[in-house]
């Protein structure tokens, strides 16, 4: 069974410092890994999107890396801003669920202080 | 612009009484999901489908019910039976693949009064 971890599982960091967010994933054979972005008692905001076939994804601040055989990603913020305080949540589709299925990580709750 | 919308934000039931929560799609995607979250709990996928006519229940589908009448619409109905509905409600869709991941709604908070 495909387990997703996010550590940690809060982050406090002041303004303009880079945010370095992990995801890890116990079987390597995914379709894709999704970064999604949450504010408090909102929906999902869709960041990131990486097939099992790249090895990052980037857009504007963000940039996501993605290595299989280690079941890591990392999610990188550059220059964070006190705006991108939210919980953020990693997921992943894996290539024999039924459905297709995303198994999310517990997610990582930041907050940036001004 | 398309999108998945979900209503109504807030939704209070009373004890023994059916709920349906709307969920609707402008995508063009084959698949819907509903997911329910509760603070300090990942998470959990209730039911999905991936035709029109066809849904299958996911890991928590008790008390719940669903519909697929049509592609861009997927109604999830909470019934009395559901002990502890008070909860979080996401909708979202995909490709059938998945290849083009997901998008989800902005929720319904379900409250139970």
């Known amino acids: 069974k495909q387990e997703v971890t996010q550590i940690p599982a809060a982050l406090s960091v002041p303004e303009g410092e880079n945010l370095v967010l992990n995801c890890s994933f116990t079987?390597?054979?995914?379709?894709?890994l999704q970064w999604f972005r949450q504010d408090p008692g909102k929906g999902l905001t869709s960041l990131l999107l990486?097939?099992?076939?790249?090895r990052e994804q980037t857009s504007g601040r963000l940039n996501a890396s993605l290595d299989k055989s280690s079941g890591r990603s990392t999610l990188y913020i550059a220059a964070s801003q006190p705006g991108d305080s939210a919980t953020y949540l990693c997921?992943?589709?894996?290539?024999?669920?039924?459905?297709?299925?995303?198994?999310f990580g517990g997610g990582t709750r930041v907050l940036v202080k001004p | 612009d398309g999108g998945i919308t979900q209503s109504p934000k807030y939704l209070f039931r009373k004890e023994g009484q059916n709920v349906t929560l709307s969920c609707e799609q402008n995508?063009?995607?084959?698949?819907m999901y509903w997911y329910r979250q509760d603070p300090g709990q990942g998470l959990r996928l209730i039911y999905y489908?991936?035709?029109?006519?066809?849904?299958q229940k996911g890991d928590i589908a008790e008390g719940y019910s669903v519909s697929r009448e049509k592609k861009e619409s997927f109604p999830l109905t909470v019934t009395s039976a559901q002990k502890n509905p008070t909860a979080f409600y996401l909708c979202?869709?995909?490709?059938?693949?998945?290849?083009?991941?997901?998008?989800f709604g902005s929720g319904t908070r379900l409250t139970v009064v």
């Open positions: 489908s991936q035709i029109v006519n066809d849904f």
């Open positions: 995508l063009n995607h084959d698949a």
């Open positions: 979202a869709s995909s490709t059938g693949q998945g290849a083009g991941g997901y998008t």
């Open positions: 990486i097939q099992s076939s790249q």
């Open positions: 079987d390597s054979a995914i379709y894709n």
């Open positions: 997921a992943v589709v894996m290539i024999k669920a039924a459905g297709n299925k995303l198994t």
